[in-house]
């Protein structure tokens, strides 16, 4: 079974990564098996999450990838070419997930949430594809959305966000 996939795309500092903490909290209390993608959309390295450590060494010998298994959690790190979407996807439908969050990717083509910051235009929405709804930062914002046919729904609004989150999944 393929999971569902929900993008939350914007520009830096619109509060992607809170919205996605958000859903992934409210997916889990669902009871979904949810896992998320973050784009680290950089030239610069990933933070190294697990430390000098084994697998650290592993990869400084020169593995292409490492992965560290324990009871219960495992953590994958590889040096790769970059690929689809889709194709970091199918890495979850192994794992049985049924919900895969994604922060950023704006240029795919999943359904999405956008998150839109004060100073952006209202035409910023053009360049997304798919738009499910829009997060706004200011009131003015969420009803000039609203006027264009989008589902518009106030930053700090969380439990309308939640809301409609929940009449999506059920």
């Known amino acids: 079974m393929q999971p569902k996939v929900l993008q939350v795309v914007g520009y830096q500092n619109s509060g992607k990564t809170t919205l996605v903490t958000l859903l992934i909290n409210l997916f889990s209390d669902l009871g979904f098996q949810v896992g998320s993608v973050k784009h680290h959309g950089h030239k610069t390295p990933l933070e190294k999450v697990v430390g000098d ?23 994958f790190t590889a040096s790769i070419e970059e690929q689809s979407l889709e194709k970091y996807i199918e890495g979850f439908r192994a794992f ?14 999943f359904p999405k949430v956008v998150m839109v ?11 997304f594809t798919n738009v499910y709804a ?7 914002q969420q009803k000039l959305f ?17 809301n409609w989150v929940r009449e999506q999944v059920t």
Request: glycine share 6%.
């Open 53 to 75: 450590k084994d697998s650290d060494k592993h990869r400084r010998a020169g593995a292409q990838g490492t992965l560290v298994v324990s009871p219960n959690e495992l953590y």
């Open 117 to 127: 910051r004060r100073e952006d235009p209202v035409t910023m929405i053009d360049m």
């Open 134 to 140: 829009v997060v706004t930062e200011t009131k003015e």
């Open 96 to 109: 049985g997930y049924e919900q895969v969050i994604v922060e950023g990717f704006k240029r795919e083509s």
């Open 146 to 162: 609203s006027q264009k046919g989008y589902i518009s729904i106030f930053r700090e609004d969380r439990d309308e966000i939640v």
